[in-house]
Nanobody, 126 residues
Framework: QVQLVESGGGLVQAGGSLRLSCAAS????????MGWFRQAPGKEREFVAA????????YYADSVKGRFTISRDNAKNTVYLQMNSLKPEDTAVYYC???????????????????WGHGTQVTVSS
C-alpha cells in the first residue's frame, strides 16, 4: 500500500554531513509514524529517529541526538534525515520505515512499522 524509496547515501569523511531522503508513495494516513533505522554488518537493526506525520513530533536515539535531525515535507510526502558530524560508527545501511501509529510513543521498535524501503548505504571513513 505504501512504497518507500530512500536516497542520499554515499561515502563521506568523518565529520562530514549527508542528507537522506525517503519518498513515500501510495496511500498514506495522517496517523502514520515515519522512522529511520540502520543496520551494520553483523549487527542488529538499530533505531535512529522517528517522526509523527500529523504533528511533527520527533524522537532520537541517544547515539545520534544532537547530530541528526529528522524532518518531513508534507507537500512532497518525503521524510529527511539530516546527518551532521558523522562518525565511522554511523556506517550502515539506512532504512526508512512507515507504520500506523499505535498510540504509544516513542515508536522505536521495528514491529511498530509496516512498510520498509530497501535501504541506502552510508559509509563514513576515518
Amino acid at each position: 500500500q505504501v512504497q518507500l524509496v530512500e536516497s542520499g547515501g554515499g561515502l563521506v569523511q568523518a565529520g562530514g554531513s549527508l542528507r537522506l531522503s525517503c519518498a513515500a508513495s501510495g496511500r498514506t494516513f495522517s496517523t502514520y509514524v515515519m522512522g529511520w533505522f540502520r543496520q551494520a554488518p553483523g549487527k542488529e537493526r538499530e533505531f535512529v529517529a522517528a517522526i509523527r506525520w500529523s504533528t511533527g513530533r520527533t524522537y532520537y536515539a541517544d547515539s545520534v541526538k544532537g547530530r541528526f535531525t529528522i524532518s518531513r515535507d508534507n507537500a512532497k510526502n518525503t521524510v529527511y534525515l539530516q546527518m551532521n558530524s558523522l562518525k565511522p560508527e554511523d556506517t550502515a545501511v539506512y532504512y526508512c520505515a512507515a507504520g500506523r501509529w499505535s498510540g504509544t510513543w516513542p515508536a522505536e521498535e521495528p514491529y511498530e512499522y509496516d512498510y520498509w524501503g530497501h535501504g541506502t548505504q552510508v559509509t563514513v571513513s576515518s
